[in-house]
C-alpha cells in the first residue's frame, strides 16, 4: 500500500483552513443547540456546575484542535476589526484586576458562581475563536433554533407538571416558586432570569433571519419561545425585544417583501402570547388542572395575531408603483409607540407591578424595592466603585464585598425563604466593580466594534447584530451567569467575524439563498 507523502499531509493550508472551519462551525453548533439543552446529571441542584464544566471541556478541546489546524495552515490571515484588540485589552484588564485584587485567592474560579478570570479568559478565546476561525451560515441558526425549540418543549411539559428529565428534586415543581424554594426555575436553562437572557438573543436573531430571509423554519422556534417568554413574563426580555422592534422597523423594513414577513412573523409571535396569556392553571394541594381562559389580554394577542397574518397576505403596494417612504413612516411609527407608551404608563391606575414601578420612576419616584430590590442592589455596589475604581476588586469578589441578605415570610407554609446577594444583577455594573471601570470601558468598545460589524456584513450580519443588541440590553438587567453567557459571546464572536476583510461573509458556504446586503 502506497503511503501518502508528508507533504501532502502536513503542508496543505487551505485543507487544514477548511477543516478548522469545519471545526468551529462544530463547537459553535455545540454552544447554541447542545449547550442550552444540556441539564447536567444532578438537575437543578447543581446544573450550574454541570453547564460550566461542560462550557470549558468543549471550549478547550476545539481551542486546542484549532489551534493545532492554524499552526498547519499559517498564521497568515487578512482580517481588519478593532473588535479582536477590544476583547485583548478586556482579558488583560481583567489578569490586571485579579493579580492586583486583595482577594486574589477568590479571582480565579470566583467566590460566586463560576465568575471569575478562568470564566472571563474562556469567553474571551470563545470570542476571538468565532471572530478569526469563523463564518456565520444558516446552519448555525437553524441549529440555534431547534435547541431553542427542544428547550422551551422541555419547559412547556413543565408547565403541565411533567419533568420529563427529573431536573426537579424532590418531587417540588415550577408552581412551588417562591413558595417551597427561592426563586423560579424552568427548562433546561435553569433560572428564569437565565432562560430570560437567552431568549432575549434568540427571538431577534430568529426574527431579523426571517423577515431578511425568509427561512419559514424559524417561525416554529419563534411561537415557542414567545409562548414561553409570555408564560414566565421576564420584564429585562420584555424591555430588550421592545427596543429591538423600535431600533429594527426602521432599519429592516424597506420593501415589500419584508413588511409582509414582519406581518407574519408578528403574527406567529402573538399567537405564542396569546397561548400563554390564556394558559391559567390552578395548582391546590400540589394538584395540577390545567385551563384555558379566553382573558381580554389572550384575547387582545388573538385578534393582533389574526389581523397581522391576514394583513401579510394582503398586495401593500403594486411592485410596478414607486414604494412608499417605509423608513419614514417607520420613524414615525416608532415615535407613536414611545409617546404613546409613556403616556400610559404615566398615567397607569394600578398600584402594583412593573408598570405601576415604571410610573413612580416617571413621577421621579425611587424606592429600593424596585426591580425585584434591584435598584437597592445596585445602590450598593455603586458605594464600591469609588474604593477601587480602575482595577475593581477582582474577578468574581463581589460577594466578598458586599453583604445584602433578604428574608420573606410564606404564609402558605408557615415559613421563612432567606436568600443572600451575589451577583450586581447587572452585567455591565458586575465588570465596573469587580474589574474596573478600565474593564468596563474595554468591553463597551468590543460591543460597538462588533456593531459596526454589521455595516459590512450582509443579511445574516444584520440579524447577529440584532440579537447582540438584545442581549446587551438585557444584561444591564440580567445576572451574567456561565448558564447564558456563552451563547452570547458565541454570538458576539460570530458578529465580529462579519466585519473581515478579505472574505466575503454575505453568503455562507450551506446558504442556497441570495443573502440581501443591509446597510442599516
Not at 86 to 115: K, N, Q
Not at 185 to 192: Q, W
Request: charged share 15%; proline share 5%; aromatic share 10%.
Amino acid at each position: 500500500m502506497k503511503l501518502p507523502r508528508v507533504s501532502t499531509v502536513f503542508a496543505a493550508p487551505e485543507h487544514a483552513r477548511l477543516r478548522r472551519e469545519r471545526l468551529t462551525d462544530g463547537y459553535i453548533i455545540t454552544i447554541l443547540c447542545v449547550f442550552p439543552l444540556f441539564p447536567g446529571f444532578s438537575g437543578y441542584q447543581n446544573i450550574t456546575e454541570a453547564k460550566y464544566l461542560f462550557f470549558l471541556i468543549s471550549t478547550a478541546a476545539w481551542l486546542t484542535a484549532g489551534l493545532a489546524l492554524t499552526l498547519l495552515g499559517g498564521l497568515k490571515d487578512r482580517r481588519r476589526s478593532a473588535a479582536p484588540l477590544c476583547c485583548g485589552l478586556f482579558w488583560l484588564s481583567c489578569c490586571a484586576s485579579a493579580l492586583c485584587s486583595p482577594w486574589r485567592g477568590g479571582t480565579l474560579l470566583g467566590a460566586g458562581r463560576y465568575d471569575g478570570l478562568l470564566t472571563l479568559s474562556a469567553y474571551a478565546a470563545c470570542f476571538l475563536g468565532m471572530a478569526f476561525w469563523s463564518r456565520p451560515k444558516k446552519s448555525h441558526v437553524l441549529a440555534f433554533g431547534a435547541g431553542m425549540t427542544l428547550c422551551c418543549t422541555v419547559g412547556a411539559a413543565q408547565l403541565l407538571n411533567i419533568d420529563p428529565l427529573g431536573l426537579f428534586p424532590g418531587g417540588l415543581t415550577y408552581y412551588d416558586r417562591d413558595v417551597l424554594y427561592s426563586g423560579a426555575y424552568l427548562t433546561t436553562l435553569g433560572n428564569t432570569n437565565v432562560l430570560d437572557a437567552v431568549l432575549s438573543a434568540a427571538l431577534p436573531l430568529f426574527a431579523a433571519c426571517y423577515v431578511l430571509e425568509g427561512w419559514p423554519s424559524l417561525l416554529p422556534p419563534l411561537f415557542f419561545c414567545a409562548a414561553i417568554l409570555g408564560t414566565v413574563r421576564g420584564d429585562g426580555a420584555a424591555v430588550a425585544l421592545g427596543l429591538c422592534c423600535l431600533v429594527g422597523a426602521p432599519l429592516l423594513l424597506t420593501d415589500r417583501k419584508r413588511v409582509q414577513r414582519a406581518l407574519r412573523c408578528a403574527g406567529t409571535v402573538l399567537a405564542g402570547l396569546c397561548l400563554a396569556f390564556a394558559y391559567r392553571p390552578e395548582y391546590t394541594d400540589r394538584v395540577l388542572t390545567p385551563r384555558l381562559r379566553a382573558g381580554p389580554a389572550a384575547l387582545s394577542a388573538l385578534a393582533a395575531a389574526a389581523i397581522c397574518c391576514a394583513a401579510s397576505f394582503l398586495r401593500l403596494w403594486e411592485t410596478e408603483q414607486k414604494p412608499p417612504p417605509l423608513r419614514r413612516i417607520m420613524l414615525g411609527l416608532d415615535a407613536a409607540v414611545l409617546l404613546g407608551g409613556l403616556l400610559t404608563v404615566y398615567l397607569w391606575p394600578g398600584e402594583s407591578g412593573t408598570l405601576y414601578e415604571l410610573k413612580c420612576l416617571l413621577h421621579g419616584e425611587l424606592r429600593e424595592e424596585f426591580g425585584s430590590s434591584r435598584l437597592g442592589i445596585w445602590r450598593e455596589c455603586l458605594k464600591m466603585v469609588p474604593e477601587r475604581p480602575l482595577l475593581g476588586g477582582g474577578p468574581g469578589t463581589l460577594p466578598l464585598r458586599l453583604d445584602i441578605r433578604f428574608s420573606r415570610y410564606v404564609p402558605e407554609t408557615g415559613g421563612t425563604l432567606r436568600s443572600y446577594v451575589d451577583n450586581a444583577h447587572s452585567v455591565f455594573l458586575g465588570y465596573l466593580v469587580n474589574c474596573g471601570s478600565l474593564c468596563l470601558t474595554a468591553y463597551l468598545a468590543l460591543l460597538v466594534s462588533c456593531g459596526f460589524s454589521a455595516r459590512r456584513g450582509g443579511a445574516l450580519a444584520a440579524a447577529l447584530a440584532f440579537s447582540v443588541l438584545g442581549g446587551a440590553i438585557h444584561s444591564c438587567f440580567g445576572l451574567g451567569l456561565c448558564l447564558s453567557e456563552p451563547v452570547f459571546w458565541t454570538l458576539l464572536g460570530m458578529l465580529a467575524a462579519c466585519g473581515v476583510s478579505g472574505r466575503d461573509n454575505r453568503r455562507g458556504e450551506d446558504s442556497e439563498d441570495d443573502q440581501e446586503e443591509v446597510h442599516p
